[in-house]
Every structure is written in structure tokens, then in C-alpha cells.
């Protein structure tokens, strides 16, 4: 079994709201994805060990395996492709919490290609085709999947901080 990008797509979008019930019905909805591409993507979690089964429908997943993929593995199974300057929604560094602790002049900061999107700036690859209107919709989830980018494609520097970022943000999610 091998994993898929849109994966850690519905792992995180699970993981930033614990206190809520999903069905594959609603999380499909939520991410623009099927029910059946929900279902099939948390069998591959849990095959995985990213997630855990606990009854028909009842799964969750399994936070520290979750950030040691998303900090370590996720960049080298799903690289990043950047490409020309396009209108998108802002990713990486271009979006907070990274923004505020990493300079960028205007039009430096990437994006993943969007006709809705406000920003211009070098395209980069979304982890999954539907992110751009899942991260709209979703503040938190737009943290993550911009943080799991700076992990895809940033520098050092960018990658140490979206590492320790990435973490605090799932382990705050989980508190909760």
C-alpha cells in the first residue's frame, strides 16, 4: 500500500479540528474529494500507522507519527515543484505563522496557482490538487499545509522553523 499526497491532505485537516466528529461524507465535502477517496485515504493512514482504527468509521490520527512524516518523510515521498510567477493563494513563507519570522520582499513568497487567490508569486506544486480551496475555507488548515510546504521546498533555515512550527501547531490542535 502507498501512501498519497491527498493523505496527509485529510490527516491534517482531522488533526487541527480533534473535538469534531467527521464522517467521510463531511470531510469529502470539507476538502473537495469524494467520500470514497476520504475512505481510502485514512485505509492508507492506518496501514500506514499514521492513523488508528478504533471501530467502523471511528479513526484518528496518530500525532507523533504524524509529525515525524510530516517534518521528515512528506518532502522526499512528495517533493515540491516550483514553477513561473502565477496569481494563487500564498503558501511557505508567504503565510503566517512563518511570515512574520522570515523577510521576503514583495512577489518573492510562493503560491500555489488559483484563480480566487489575492497574491502573486512563484507557483509551487500543492501537496494535493484541492488544497488551495480546503486552505481557503480553513485558517488552520492553511497553517499546516503552508508549513508542510516550507518542509517541501524551503531552505534550512525556513525548514527548522516549519518543523518546530508544524509541531506545536498539531500538539496545540490536540490540546484542545
Same mark, same amino acid.
Given at each position: 500500500?502507498?501512501?498519497?499526497?491527498?493523505?496527509?491532505?485529510?490527516?491534517?485537516?482531522?488533526? @487541527?479540528?480533534?473535538?469534531?466528529?467527521?464522517?467521510?461524507?463531511?470531510?469529502?465535502?470539507?476538502?473537495?474529494?469524494?467520500?470514497?477517496?476520504?475512505?481510502?485515504? @485514512?485505509?492508507?493512514?492506518?496501514?500506514?500507522?499514521?492513523?488508528? &482504527?478504533?471501530?467502523?468509521?471511528?479513526?484518528?490520527?496518530?500525532?507523533?507519527?504524524?509529525?515525524?512524516?510530516?517534518?521528515?518523510?512528506?518532502?522526499? @515521498?512528495?517533493?515540491?515543484?516550483?514553477?513561473?510567477?502565477?496569481?494563487?493563494?500564498?503558501?511557505?513563507?508567504?503565510? &503566517?505563522?512563518?511570515?512574520?519570522?522570515?523577510?521576503?520582499?514583495?512577489?518573492?513568497?510562493?503560491?500555489?496557482?488559483?484563480?480566487?487567490?489575492?497574491?502573486?508569486?512563484?507557483?509551487?506544486?500543492?501537496?494535493?490538487?484541492?488544497?488551495?480551496?480546503?486552505?481557503?475555507?480553513?485558517?488552520?488548515?492553511?497553517?499546516?499545509?503552508?508549513?508542510?510546504?516550507?518542509?517541501?521546498?524551503?531552505?534550512?533555515?525556513?525548514?527548522?522553523?516549519?518543523?518546530?512550527?508544524?509541531?506545536? &501547531?498539531? &500538539?496545540?490542535?490536540?490540546?484542545?
Amino acid at each position: 500500500m502507498e501512501l498519497k499526497p491527498q493523505d496527509l491532505l485529510v490527516l491534517f485537516k482531522v488533526a @487541527v479540528h480533534p473535538q469534531r466528529r467527521w464522517t467521510y461524507a463531511a470531510l469529502g465535502e470539507a476538502l473537495s474529494m469524494s467520500a470514497s477517496e476520504v475512505h481510502a485515504s @485514512v485505509k492508507r493512514a492506518v496501514g500506514a500507522g499514521l492513523a488508528v &482504527e478504533r471501530g467502523r468509521g471511528d479513526w484518528s490520527p496518530l500525532r507523533p507519527a504524524l509529525i515525524e512524516f510530516a517534518v521528515h518523510g512528506a518532502r522526499y @515521498v512528495w517533493p515540491a515543484v516550483t514553477g513561473p510567477v502565477r496569481r494563487g493563494v500564498p503558501t511557505a513563507f508567504g503565510v &503566517e505563522p512563518l511570515a512574520s519570522r522570515i523577510s521576503s520582499s514583495a512577489g518573492e513568497a510562493p503560491v500555489w496557482a488559483y484563480p480566487r487567490g489575492t497574491a502573486k508569486g512563484p507557483s509551487l506544486s500543492p501537496l494535493y490538487r484541492t488544497a488551495p480551496q480546503a486552505a481557503l475555507a480553513d485558517p488552520a488548515l492553511h497553517r499546516l499545509l503552508a508549513l508542510q510546504d516550507a518542509l517541501r521546498a524551503g531552505r534550512a533555515r525556513e525548514r527548522t522553523l516549519a518543523a518546530e512550527l508544524l509541531q506545536k &501547531e498539531l &500538539e496545540a490542535a490536540d490540546a484542545a
